[in-house]
T-cell receptor, first 113, second 116 residues
Framework: TQLLEQSPQFLSIQEGENLTVYCNSS?????LQWYRQEPGEGPVLLVT?????EVKKLKRLTFQFGDARKDSSLHITAAQPGDTGLYLC?????????????FGKGTKLSVIP | GAVVSQHPSWVICKSGTSVKIECRSL??????MFWYRQFPKQSLMLMAT?????????EQGVEKDKFLINHASLTLSTLTVTSAHPEDSSFYIC????????????FGDGTRLSIL
C-alpha cells in the first residue's frame, strides 16, 4: 500500500506571505497530481507532474516533482485570500496501479486579508 | 475539456431509503470511473473502481451490497446507497479517467447525502 504524507495539515497565513506544502512518500509514483478543493465541491486539478525533477509554474503557484519521483512540493508566492482552500496531492503508481490515486490527507489553507 | 457532472448535488432522505447518485462524463468517454467518500475536514477515501461493462472493484471494508455500482455506458456510472442509515451520511464524489486509463482523474462536484 502506498502512503503519501502531506504537510502541514493546517496553514493560516497573512495575505502576501509565501508558503510551501509538501508531499512525501517512500514509494515511487509514475505521476503526481495537485488538486484544490472548495467546501461542498469536488477537487479541481491544478497540475500533473510526471518527470523526476520537473518544475511547473501556474501564475503564483510553483510545483516541483522530486528527482526520485517520491515527493513533491507546492509553493505559493504572495498568497491571496482567493487561494484559501483544501490542497490535495495525489500520486499514481506505475504499471497496473497507474489508474488509481493515493491521496494525501490534504492541507487546509486559510489566507487572511 | 474534461467535464464530469454529478447529480444530485444534495439529497436528504429518511433512514431506510435507497439513494441513487449519477456520475456523467460530458465531453469524453470514460471506461473507468471512481467513487470516493469524504468525511468533514478529511481527504478522499476511495470506495470502488467502476469499469464499463464489468463489475466494480471495491476497496477493503466497503460493502458491495450496500453500495451498488453500475457502469452501463461509457459516459455514466451510478452509485446506489441501499437502505441508507444516518452513518451513511457523507460527501460522495466521483471521478473519471479520460482516455485509456491515463491520469489525471477529473472530478465531479460531489453529492452531499444526509440521512435523517
Amino acid at each position: 500500500t502506498q502512503l503519501l504524507e502531506q504537510s502541514p495539515q493546517f496553514l493560516s497565513i497573512q495575505e502576501g506571505e509565501n508558503l510551501t506544502v509538501y508531499c512525501n512518500s517512500s514509494s515511487v509514483f509514475s505521476s503526481l497530481q495537485w488538486y484544490r478543493q472548495e467546501p461542498g465541491e469536488g477537487p479541481v486539478l491544478l497540475v500533473t507532474v510526471v518527470t523526476g525533477g520537473e518544475v511547473k509554474k501556474l501564475k503564483r503557484l510553483t510545483f516541483q516533482f522530486g528527482d526520485a519521483r517520491k515527493d513533491s512540493s507546492l509553493h505559493i508566492t504572495a498568497a491571496q485570500p482567493g487561494d484559501t482552500g483544501l490542497y490535495l496531492c495525489a500520486g499514481a503508481a506505475g504499471g497496473a496501479g497507474s489508474y488509481q490515486l493515493t491521496f494525501g490527507k490534504g492541507t487546509k489553507l486559510s489566507v487572511i486579508p | 475539456g474534461a467535464v464530469v457532472s454529478q447529480h444530485p448535488s444534495w439529497v436528504i432522505c429518511k433512514s431506510g431509503t435507497s439513494v441513487k447518485i449519477e456520475c456523467r462524463s460530458l465531453d469524453f468517454q470514460a471506461t473507468t470511473m471512481f467513487w470516493y467518500r469524504q468525511f468533514p475536514k478529511q481527504s478522499l477515501m476511495l470506495m470502488a473502481t467502476s469499469n464499463e461493462g464489468s463489475k466494480a472493484t471495491y476497496e477493503q471494508g466497503v460493502e458491495k451490497d450496500k453500495f451498488l455500482i453500475n457502469h452501463a455506458s461509457l459516459t455514466l456510472s451510478t452509485l446506489t446507497v441501499t437502505s441508507a442509515h444516518p452513518e451513511d451520511s457523507s460527501f460522495y464524489i466521483c471521478s473519471a479517467l479520460k482516455g485509456q486509463g491515463k491520469q489525471p482523474q477529473h472530478f465531479g462536484d460531489g453529492t452531499r447525502l444526509s440521512i435523517l
